[in-house]
Every structure is written in C-alpha cells, then in structure tokens.
C-alpha cells in the first residue's frame, strides 16, 4: 500500500519526538499557519544572530543566522514531522539557505523539484516526498514550511 | 439494504468494496436519480419559463413538477418552495433579506443559534450582526449528551430575539436538537424559525406544517439527489415581505429604465435560468425516499448506527464525542481515536476503502467548545447503502489503522 511509503518509521518517529516542540524566549519572529481543513494550527519560531529588529522575515537579509528553531501547535502526524524536521533542518542555516530549503521542500511536494542533489539538502525532510501523491495531505505538509513565506 | 440501488458501492480501493460512512457530507445517489438526470438532460433540454416551443414548455412544466413533488414531500404549499444550489444559499438568501423586515421592530436585538451550528448557519448571521449593533447569542449543549438544557433556552431566548435558527440534527454530535421546545419559545417572543433540515430529510420526515417553522432549507445532495439544487421552504405570509436576493432574468413582471416590478413568489427569488436537470433528480429523489418509507428507512438505519456505535464503544482506543445522547443519534456518530489524529486515521482508513470525514466538519466553534483532543473528530454518517457488513469492515480498519499508527510508539 502506498501508504506504507508515507508513513515511514521516520516521519511517525518525527512526529512524537517533541526536541523542537518548544517555545523559545527570545524568539524574532512566531509566523503561524492554519490548516482550515483540519484545523491544524502551527507556529514556528526563528531565534536570529542579529541585533536589528525586522517587521517581517521578509525584510530579513539573506546572511543573517538562525541561531535557533522550534515550532508550537499540535496537529497529524505529517504536519507535526514537517514541522520537526524543518526546525531540525533550519538551525544554524542562513536566512537565505533557509528561502532555498523552503522553496526546494515546496517543489518536492509539488513534485516539481526532483533532482536528487538539491532534494538532500533537505535531509530527513525527503522522507515526506510521497505526499506529492496524496493531494488531500499536501497543505497538512506544507503548512509550517509556508509560515517562512509570510 | 439497498446497496444495489447505489452504483458507487460497486466501486474498490485497492480490491477493498468502497465502504461509504461520509452521507452527512454528501449522499451516494441511485440510479433511478442518476437516470433522471440523463432523461431531462436529453428530453427536457431548453430553458424553462421562457420559450413557447415544446421542448421549452415541457423544461417548465419537469421544473414546476419537480416543486410540487418537493411541496408534498414536506407538507407545504407548492409556491412555498424555492429553488436555490443548496443548503448554504438558502440560508443566505434568508440571512440577506429577512432580517431587515424583522429589525423595523425596534425590540428586536438578537439572533439566537446553537453553538454546534454548521458554518452556513453560523457564518452569514455573524456577517449581519458584524455590520450593525446586534447580538449573536449561543445555545451551549451539555458536552456528555449533546442535549440543549432548557435554562439556557429561557436565558438566551427573549423578547428581544428576531430569529431562532438551529439544524434539526447536529451534523457533527449526530443529536438530535429540541425542535418543537425550540419552536415554541421562539414563537412566544415572536420570534421566526429557520429549521436546516440537511442533515435529517434523508432520514426522517419533515412536516413543517406540523412542525409550524416559518423557515426550512435543505440540500438535494444530501438526501440521494444531486449537486446543485436545494430548497428554501417558507410561509408565504413571510416570503411575500422578503426583499428578492438575487436579481436578473425570469424573477421579473416588468422593467422599464427607472423601475423594475418583480413577479410573486417563488419566482421574485429565482433569478437567472433554473436547475432544472437538477430539480428533476432532486423529484426522483423524493420518490426514492417516499417508496422506501420513512419508517422501513428509520428501522434499517437505526439498527446498523446502534450496531456501529456498540462495535466502536468496544473498541479501547476510541471515544465517543457524545458518550451518552439522551434520544437516539440520528445516522451520524463523532468519536476518537487515542492519540491518533483524525486526518492521519481517516487516510490509513481510505486505504481499506473506508470513506469517513475527519477534522473540525465545518463546524469550527462547536470543535473548540468541545475542547476533543486535535480540536477534531472522525465521523462516520450512514445513509440507506450501510448494512452491517460495511460497519464489520469499519470496525476492522479501524484496529489496523490504529495498530500501524501506533506501532513505533516510542516513549515521548
């Protein structure tokens, strides 16, 4: 079953594991995201190596440091191990390798990114690439990697 | 059942029988509908109201059919039916043109609904009271049996509430609400009630002289009809001081540069070219229901949902959302499974070709005010198809769903 290639011991073992799951006190920026369909509510939360303060991720330059990572909320299995492995995935990065990750991740999911060079950047994250057959699940993989777009 | 009525029960996921728990969203539909459709499509094809060849007359005549059968169907009057998409713009249409006849009466202040209100009873009346200094006012169930206490309808409803507007049967909970103790302290306060009858007229019937509601909606759709067509019921007396909603074609007596005089109800609120493939589906649909029975349809339906509920209360890892309603469910029944989201549950389900909704089932305040685990819930809906067969399948998937979702349970 088709299934058995989306829910991998990786993405239900991410999914538990709560390393990430966790408030951080001076966190820049909390961007959230809402799954009307399910109601699943995420927020990630971005600790920046910068003293300048941003009105948005936007306005942030590409060279500045995530120094920390961590998001909040509870949801499916697939939208908690996205946002998991994206928080694993972002510390230490650049704002900028994050825009690259962020957008690589997306295309994977559309399925319009396949090149397996830039697909490992995205370390464990790859294993949610079946959900590109799942359309009913997309926005739940998708939901924390959109806030980075906000 | 009747299974065999319903081609879509032919169909397989991977070589397992579709088993079909969704009807509260939307009902499979027989083929003497789905027949219906291809015969009007073909013989009846032309725009009704309007042309004066036959292939015209006879479109008007299946169309102006199809609301005398709807008529009978619920014991109104025949230009008591409207014809609207559905449920939701039924309600729309009422929530855009009632209230402004009812609040000339300066008393008036509120609007009273139930908290577990599907959003297309909830959303256009918080979009009124939002533009002006009305109150929205909630009914709160008791969070054990779903059921409404009678203290909190004497506080909410008052000499200052316009409008009660409630399902018959909560599309979530599955509860059946307090129609007739509703209806008559709405009416003591002079107030109107809008009865959404979606989730029950494939199950149960509706009488709304009986039930003496000034309002009613419901969707084809749900009922074995198809997409596309539902009805607006209401008292002629209180139709005729309904502004039109939408304007345009065929709702017209006469338009001149300056001035537009509109036809008598129901037509002032049909504009444009009609369903009227639609409506004749939605007529086979009535008949399919009226040759089943309403009582022959209550037994069968009723005995699979106590047999389902039983089979799902023995099961360790689920909860009932409504442990313990104190009148039977209608066809519906919420519950969860521990420590699983309901939309990871619902696709490991969907492998066994079980179909059931999970998530907050448009119905987002009454999730909150639950306060389940997720904020969500699965929910399996029966409609005349469901025999037990399909709950032994339920009941099995939901063990190997719950086993594989499980099964790397690491401590956390």
Known sequence: ?150 | MNRQDFPTTALTENDYPIRYFDSGATSLRPSAVLSAIERSSIHNNANPHRGIYTLSVRATQEYEDARRTVAEFINAETEEIIFTRNATESLNLIAFTLPPVLFQDKTKNNIVIPISEHHSNFVPWQRFVKSNGYELRFLYCDKQTGDIPDSEIEAKIDEGTAIVSFATVSNVLGVHLPVEKLTQKAHSVGAVVILDAAQSVAHEQLDVKALDCDLAVFSGHKMYGPFGIGVLYGKKELLDKMPPFLTGGDMIDDVTETLTTYSPVPYKFEAGTQNVTGAAGLAEAVRYIKNLGYDAIAEEENAVLQYLTEELEKLPFVTLTIPSPTVPRASVVSFSMDDVHPHDAATVLSEYGVCVRAGKHCAHPLLDYLGVPFRATLRASLGVYNDTSDVDALIHALKETYAFLTKTSKPV
């Open chain 1, 1 to 150: 079953m088709s299934i058995n290639s989306v829910y991998t011991q990786i993405i239900t073992d991410a999914a538990r594991d709560k390393t990430n799951r966790r408030e951080i006190p001076g966190a820049q920026f909390t961007l959230s995201g809402v799954n009307p369909s399910c109601g699943d509510e995420i927020a990630v939360q971005l600790e920046l190596d910068t003293q300048e303060s941003y009105a948005s991720l936007a306005e942030v330059p590409d060279d500045v440091v995530i120094t920390d990572c961590s998001y909040l909320g509870q949801g499916c299995a697939i939208s908690q191990a996205s946002a998991a492995f994206l928080a694993e995935l972002l510390t230490g990065k650049t704002v900028g390798q994050a825009r690259e990750l962020r957008d690589t991740f997306l295309g994977m999911i559309k399925g319009s990114v396949t090149d397996e060079e830039a697909l490992d950047k995205l370390e464990d994250a790859q294993a949610l690439a079946g959900v590109a057959k799942m359309p009913a699940r997309v926005k739940c993989a998708t939901l924390a990697w959109h806030t980075l777009s906000e």
